[in-house]
């Protein structure tokens, strides 16, 4: 009888149990050196209805379009580093060149202003080289602008909607030189988890064995996999095909609260577990308040008025009572017992901590 009982815990333990979903290989890993390159240049922004940089905040914008116009062979007196140039705005363009992208293809850029521009709405991107880590230039860009944000001013006041000192050139740039990328070393693929896991590593090698033979991946650590592959970039490329759709069960999530203490927010994943415990939080409010206080002379007495302040400061402490938080088995018994408290996000964080220093938050608390 003890041990049937048993059993039938253990089953109900079982399917209580959040069952966790097998996902593709590629939603869990890449392939080691098939990334993106970011990619920088500076420009020039034209074509402003009078929104641009400021001569005297900005002298550099005037500079560059100096110098772009010598280039062309337009000579300037010397007086041309005093232009009054509203509209024109200095700007860095930014830009991910992806993997194997090949000269011709187009990619799409950033631009962000880096001057007093107060919007670059409606404006044109002059020719701009963008260079990577190594100072090769990689792409070029140019064209005109998508803003979406909005904004007008009048007569002191003004309306903005979003951000209007950055755009987007969508196929802005034109790529000019490709990033050569190797597959692999030899008949050797890596692979590489987004997020270090023996469990994740050592179920993927088990999936990568029963679809393509024993023998095939071997995990070097935590978050490497090594994956013998046919050689020849063709043979590769239909290799890592099907690797990618290879359906591996990553091993449980670890226990995780993350507290972002400038904006209160907290979030927590499934497998946080609660443990029962009493919590008592209250508020504590200083308010100080400031009167003027102004001091008449009688008459004829010679004196004069003077103004003084007379500060109050008041002390208020919100009683909190003992509340019990019952143990959750599951998320939304966690969620159930911390609501029961009616604590603010802010107070939520502070309760967090304590539970943790006392042992009856079962988790890991990350403040970030």
Do not use: W
Request: with cysteine; net charge neutral.
């Amino acid at each position: 009888m003890g041990r049937t009982l048993v059993l039938a815990a253990a089953l109900l333990a079982a399917l209580g149990a959040p069952a966790v979903p097998a996902e593709p290989l590629k939603s869990l890993a890449s392939v080691q050196g098939v990334r993106d390159n970011p990619l920088i240049g500076y420009g020039l922004v034209v074509g402003l209805d009078g929104s641009g940089d400021q001569t005297q905040q900005t002298p550099f914008a005037t500079q560059s379009v100096a110098n772009m116009l010598t280039q062309l062979g337009i000579s300037l007196p010397p007086s041309a580093g005093q232009m009054q140039l509203k509209n024109v705005a200095a700007v860095m363009v930014t830009a991910s060149l992806p993997p194997f992208a090949a000269p011709g293809q187009t990619i799409d850029v950033t631009v962000s202003s880096v001057g007093s521009a107060k919007s670059l709405r409606g404006g044109t991107l002059l020719m701009t080289p963008l260079k990577g880590a190594d100072g090769a230039v990689y792409a070029v860009a140019q064209g005109n602008l998508v803003i979406g944000g909005a904004g007008a001013s009048a007569s002191g006041s003004s309306v903005q909607v979003n951000q209007l000192s950055a755009g987007r050139i969508p196929g802005g740039a034109t790529v000019e030189r490709s990033v050569p990328t190797a597959l692999a070393e030899g008949d050797l693929l890596t692979l590489e988890l987004r997020q270090a896991d023996f469990g994740t590593a050592q179920r993927a090698v088990e999936a990568i064995d029963r679809s393509f033979g024993a023998g095939t991946a071997l995990a070097q650590d935590a978050r490497v996999i090594r994956v013998r592959a046919p050689a020849g970039a063709g043979a590769q490329v239909a290799f890592l095909a099907r690797l990618e759709a290879v359906d591996v069960t990553p091993a449980p999530a670890v226990a995780k609260v993350i507290v972002n203490a400038r904006t209160g927010s907290v979030v927590m994943n499934q497998a946080v577990r609660v443990q029962d415990c009493a919590v008592a939080h209250g508020n504590l409010s200083v308010v100080v308040s400031s009167q003027p206080a102004v001091s008449q002379p009688g008459p004829l007495s010679g004196g004069r008025t003077v103004e003084s302040r007379t500060a109050q400061i008041a002390v208020s402490q919100e009683g909190g009572a003992l509340q019990g938080v019952r143990g959750g088995a599951s998320l939304a018994g966690v969620i159930k017992g911390l609501n029961a408290l009616g604590a603010n996000p802010q107070d939520l964080v502070s309760i967090l901590q304590a539970m943790k220093a006392a042992g009856a938050l079962r988790a890991e608390l990350e403040v970030i």
